[in-house]
């Protein structure tokens, strides 16, 4: 739109110039109107005078139209003698700014004139003028106010127009527009003349003045008090004196006659008093008096101050001052907590006060004393403190105590406190604290119904301090179960709140709870420990919170722990309880866990901790070790009975029963035998009898003569043999070196006795022993017996490193021995 | 005693006391005294304002206003400049009347007034307290008003500012117009409170 009209300025600007170019005096047309500025939605009239001359209209058919923005208009034509004038008329313009133009349409169409009109409303007068004084340096008057609230959309001028009286000065001040304020400088204005003021508004559419307002400016100004001293009066009691004046700078109007307004409160008093005293018509150097106070208090006191109808000024800074004192006055609120000690037959008292609502103490150092007699005298005093609280110990039978408060004025009459003993009676249950705002707290609790019962005693302490002074108590009455609670609470902190039974005869049984005023996640978790493993489950420990740490009251512990698959589990355990159980873990996983620890205000997490179930652990291998070891025990108990009940079965299984040469006849074993060793051999059942001891000795296949000599030659070797089988100690029959001779063969085979069926013929030799023979029932397992370290000795096998010479008739050595012959067949029978 | 006797000498008590109590002269008319007592509250501003305008405005070394430089030493300069003296003020009497009190009251208010708009174009820090004694000014013309004093001579105009060639001559002569000024406004607090306690003359 912006770009539009200038375009069309641009145009209507290059048109001109080309019409002055051309007639070099006039141009072409001129627009006109009664108003470029008219009230908003007002009519407007424009006229567009066109020369007659002009190019544009000359010899040719033309017609007048007119444009508001993009709106058009048509116009009445008329014409005189040298000029077309063509009239417009816009019945309500409602744009705050626009702009009509006047058009000419013949061959071509041409803007040649227009005209900028803007539209709005008259200014609003000025609304609440006001001004105030400013008597610190420089001195200053400030005025202002407010514009009205209906917006112009036209450029308004204020202006602050003052006249002083006294000196017939008239002052007018023009502000930037926007600006509906002004400071008046000191030679603007008589402090103490009589001056009108009022603010003018100007726009192209009028002009409006403002409410004038009259004032001297002494009377507008905005003091500044201060407060000298507070001091109490002499002998008057419960009054203080205040003397004040005005900053340094106010100080020369000392003889004015300034109201002023006093407000006052005790030092520990949150609130200043509603309604301030006021005293009129006061000056400076005139102190000013405040009675009706509480005696041996200390006050803070504020003023302000106004000159006749001024401004009030600001609260002074407060000062503070001490009335005389008196004597206390009033009752003391009492909470006795007494335990017994029966062994000294005394009584442990612990006494706690505070001021009731009608105790006053009249005296800023006030001590309070315990005596055990109602007239105060010395001897009787039992405790003597600043504080609010005294533990001391009373005889048994003493019943009651006397407190009183007393000031550098004196003392006040005594509290009887009566001293009940604890009663083991509960009656109170469920009691539950809920915080109410910043300052208290909301006890509440149950009864049951006694006869007995007088009220309740609500106690509090902060759980982290010991310092007894800090025992606060609240008594309250039967009917009462619940009682808010105010003073310095701690965020974060735990306080133990009790509720105490109160009987006829004494003090019942308190139920305790701890209670915060604001509850938040606790400060630390405690770190969890494996305790132990077994199987598949694990159980975690770990420590208490600390009370300081905790923030709150412990809702829960949780614990999350998650596989390597990042399944994730929780266990939780009460607040009360510092373990838990995992229970179903994977013995091949590594598990991350962690802690987290609740309030009602939030939760804390722990540190990670990773743990893996060892497959064997302690108790499974005891376990796994103990079951294995009853498993053995009874494997080996019952191998053992097997063992004897087939005791003989398994003797000739393992060890082949030996007949007794003696006792045998080689023809009937041989007869018997063969048949028999047939069936050894298939069945492997153990052979009877046949030989006495078989050794299979392994030659080398080229043994040297020398060799063999050393062999055959050394009898002792097959003697020593056969000592050793003969010396066995199992054998019922042993007798040493003194048993009977028999005699042995020892067949040497020249090929491994492992080997097949050798080859060549075996080696006979013969030896004879004292030596018994084994008895089948004894348990003995031959040795590879060697003489030879690379040689093996084979007993009783046929070695043809062994075989006789030639020419030597077997038939003779059979004869020599007759258990050969037994080989014989043997042999035959293998080949 | 007789009752003639009684009526006689109570007469003669009322007659005596009422001649007593019959005023010698009138105590001023409230406007005047409400005009001496702001004249007299501006004067108490005036003091207080003119140390923290000295110390603002005289800025050379060897001139102080407390205590106050040797004026002896400054009489030459005094009378190049063309500072006149203060007008001399003594509370009204008889021989000193009240028209001539307020006169020179005025006169003072009028000197100081001119001597300060010259130098305010020179030094900054002057104007408020030149506003304060325009006010004096106002408030010294209502008690003429107030007082009915009128057809008094006005107070002498000092060309100072032609004077005032250098920096030397315009410290110098602030010095000289401000001490001036408090001398002469200590003058002017005592005779102001003199105006406010003076009895005008009444009829007897």
């Known amino acids: 739109m912006i770009s539009m009209w200038l375009s069309v300025i641009v145009m209507l600007v290059a048109f001109v110039n080309g019409a002055r170019n051309e007639d070099d005096v006039e141009p072409c047309a001129k627009v006109q109107t009664d108003s470029s500025v008219v009230p908003l939605g007002s009519p407007v009239r424009a006229t567009c005078v066109i020369r007659k001359t002009c190019p544009l209209v000359v010899g040719q058919t033309f017609h007048i139209e007119w444009r508001l923005g993009e709106h058009l208009f048509p116009g009445n034509l008329s014409a005189n003698e040298s000029s077309i004038v063509s009239e417009v008329f816009i019945p309500s313009f409602n744009h705050t700014r626009s702009f009509l133009a006047c058009w000419v349409r013949a061959s071509t169409v041409q803007v040649v004139g227009g005209v900028e009109i803007r539209a709005g409303y008259p200014p609003e007068a000025p609304q609440n003028t006001s001004c105030q004084t400013n008597l610190t340096t420089p001195n200053t008057l400030t005025c202002s106010w407010d514009p009205g609230q209906q917006e112009t959309h036209l450029l308004t001028k204020y202006s602050l127009h003052t006249e002083i009286w006294d000196t017939n000065e008239n002052f007018t001040y023009k502000l930037p527009a926007g600006v509906h304020r002004y400071i008046i400088p000191r030679t603007g204005f008589g402090l103490f003349s009589d001056m009108k003021i009022y603010v003018k508004a100007v726009n192209e559419l009028g002009e409006t003045t403002s409410e004038p307002i009259i004032l001297e400016p002494v009377s507008a100004a905005k003091l500044d008090p201060l407060i000298l001293k507070i001091q109490a009066v002499p002998r008057r009691y419960g009054c203080l004196q205040l003397s004040w004046s005005l900053s340094q700078q106010q100080a020369w109007m000392g003889e004015f006659r300034l109201n002023l307004e006093v407000r006052l409160k005790t030092a520990d008093s949150p609130d200043w008093s509603a309604q301030p005293i006021l005293v009129n018509q006061v000056k400076q150097a005139k102190a000013v008096d405040q009675c009706r106070l509480r005696p041996g208090t200390q006050y803070l006191a504020q003023i302000r101050v106004r000159y006749q109808q001024s401004p009030w000024s600001e609260w002074s800074r407060r000062q503070s001052g001490v009335t005389l004192e008196t004597a206390p006055t009033g009752r003391l609120d009492s909470w006795t907590k007494v335990s017994g000690d029966h062994l000294h037959k005394q009584l442990n008292i612990q006494l706690f006060w505070k001021p009731s609502k009608q105790f006053r103490a009249n005296g800023q150092n006030v001590s309070y004393i315990v005596s055990g007699k109602k007239l105060p005298a010395a001897n009787g005093k039992v405790c003597s403190t600043k504080g609010n609280y005294c533990t001391f110990q009373l005889p048994e039978r003493a019943k009651k105590v006397y407190l009183r408060a007393v000031n550098a004025a004196g003392r006040s009459r005594p509290t009887e406190v009566r001293i009940y003993r604890p009663k083991d009676r509960a009656v109170v249950s469920g009691v539950s604290v809920i915080p109410q705002d910043d300052r208290s707290l909301l006890v509440q609790w149950k009864s049951l119904v006694s006869s007995t019962l007088t009220g309740f005693v609500v106690e509090w302490r902060p759980l982290l301090k010991t310092d007894l002074s800090l025992t606060q108590f609240e008594i309250t009455d039967r009917n009462k179960t619940s009682l808010v609670i105010t003073g310095s609470f701690e965020p974060y902190k735990p306080y133990g709140i009790s509720v105490y039974p109160r009987f006829k005869d004494g003090i019942g049984l308190p139920q305790t709870v701890n209670a915060y005023l604001r509850q938040k996640a606790p400060s630390m978790v405690p770190k969890i420990q494996i305790k132990k493993s077994w199987q598949s489950h694990v159980e975690l420990t770990w420590d208490e919170i600390p009370l300081d740490q905790r923030n709150g009251n412990i809702q829960s512990y949780k614990v999350f722990y998650c596989d390597k698959q990042g399944t994730i589990n929780v266990v939780g355990a009460e607040p009360e309880e510092r373990r838990v159980v995992l229970k179903g873990l994977n013995t091949e996983s590594v598990y991350e866990a962690f802690m987290m620890v609740s309030t009602s205000g939030g939760s804390s997490k722990g540190s990670t901790i990773r743990f893996k179930i060892e497959p064997f652990d302690a108790v499974a291998v005891v376990t796994f070790s103990t079951v294995l070891g009853v498993g053995m025990s009874f494997l080996l108990i019952i191998v053992v009975m097997t063992c004897f009940s087939n005791q003989k079965r398994l003797k000739l299984h393992f060890w082949p029963a030996v007949p007794d040469p003696a006792n045998s006849s080689i023809k009937r074993w041989t007869s018997e035998s063969t048949q028999d060793s047939h069936l050894d051999w298939d069945n492997e059942e153990p052979n009877p009898m046949y030989l006495s001891h078989l050794s299979f000795l392994e030659f080398p296949a080229k043994l040297s003569k020398k060799d063999d000599d050393a062999w055959l030659s050394n009898a002792e070797d097959t003697s020593d043999l056969g000592e050793s089988i003969c010396g066995s100690p199992f054998l019922p029959g042993y007798s040493g070196s003194n048993c009977d001779s028999v005699p042995y063969a020892t067949v040497t085979f020249s090929g491994p006795c492992d080997s097949p069926t050798p080859k060549d013929p075996h080696a006979y030799l013969r030896s004879e022993s004292t030596q018994p023979l084994l008895e089948t029932e004894e348990s003995f397992t031959p040795k590879c017996y060697q003489n030879m370290a690379t040689d093996k000795q084979c007993f009783f096998g046929p070695c043809h490193d062994c075989v006789p010479e030639k020419g030597t008739d077997p038939r003779i050595l059979w004869d020599d021995f007759p258990f050969l012959r037994a080989l014989a067949l043997n042999d035959s029978q293998i080949d | ?204």
Request: charged content about 15%.
């Open chain 2, 1 to 204: 005693m007789k009752p003639a006797t009684v009526a006689t000498l109570l007469l003669c008590f009322l007659l005596v006391v009422l001649t007593r109590s019959a005023p010698l002269s009138s105590a001023p008319p409230a406007a005047l005294q409400a005009a001496a007592e702001r004249a007299k509250t501006l004067v108490e501003k005036i003091l207080r304002d003119v140390p923290a305008v000295y110390e603002a405005a005289v800025t050379m070394q060897g001139l102080t206003l407390d205590p106050p430089s040797q004026t002896s030493d400054l009489q030459m300069m005094v009378s190049s400049l063309g500072i006149p003296p203060a007008p001399v003020l003594k509370p009204p009497s008889e021989t000193f009347t009240l028209a001539v009190c307020v006169t020179r009251m005025s006169a003072g208010c009028q000197l100081y007034q001119g001597l300060l708009g010259d130098l305010s174009e020179r030094l900054s820090g002057l104007s408020d307290l030149r506003a304060d004694l325009r006010d004096l000014h106002t408030h010294i013309n209502k008690m003429k008003e107030a007082a009915h004093l009128v057809g008094v001579g006005e107070g002498q105009s000092v060309d100072l500012a032609s004077r005032l060639h250098g920096n030397y001559e315009v410290q110098v002569a602030a010095h000289l117009t401000l001490t001036q000024l408090r001398s002469f406004c200590h003058d002017l607090v005592r005779s102001l409170r003199a105006v406010a306690a003076y009895q005008l003359p009444g009829n007897r």
